[in-house]
Nanobody, 125 residues
Framework: QVQPVESGGGLVQAGGSLRLSCAAS????????MAWFRQGPGKDRKFVAG????????AYADSVLGRFTISRDNSRNTVYLQMNSLKPEDTAIYSC??????????????????WGQGTQVTVSS
């Protein structure tokens, strides 16, 4: 079992920055792909960014490309999401997910077994 726990959400003005963290407990995740998803008000949960375990290759949704950066620290069993130039449309609950079956990033929710509770990010205009 792996339990991801997110932190770092909050309220920020448009154009501002936030850094989300996801610390995984229960088992080392350095061989697993990890990802961030988000669910805005009245919307489906969608892929935001993911990172592979072996080479650290990252993938991003088009809507955040160039503004968000995902990274991981395997020594801390933690993945991060640096969010810059935030927009009101980035407002959502951000959830961390772990794929124990692959080291490579997959953009679909069905590939991820372990999920955190989520952290709220609110961007005011």
């Amino acid at each position: 079992q792996v339990q991801p726990v997110e932190s770092g959400g909050g309220l920020v003005q448009a154009g501002g920055s936030l850094r989300l963290s996801c610390a995984a407990s229960g088992r080392t995740v350095n061989r697993y792909a990890m990802a961030w998803f988000r669910q805005g008000p009245g919307k489906d949960r969608k892929f935001v960014a993911g990172i592979s375990s072996s080479n650290g290759r990252a993938a991003y949704a088009d809507s955040v490309l160039g503004r968000f950066t995902i990274s991981r620290d395997n020594s801390r069993n933690t993945v991060y999401l640096q969010m810059n130039s935030l927009k009101p449309e980035d407002t959502a609950i951000y959830s961390c997910a772990v794929n124990p079956d692959s080291e490579y990033v997959r953009p679909l929710q069905k590939h991820y077994t372990y999920w955190g509770q989520g952290t709220q990010v609110t961007v005011s205009s």
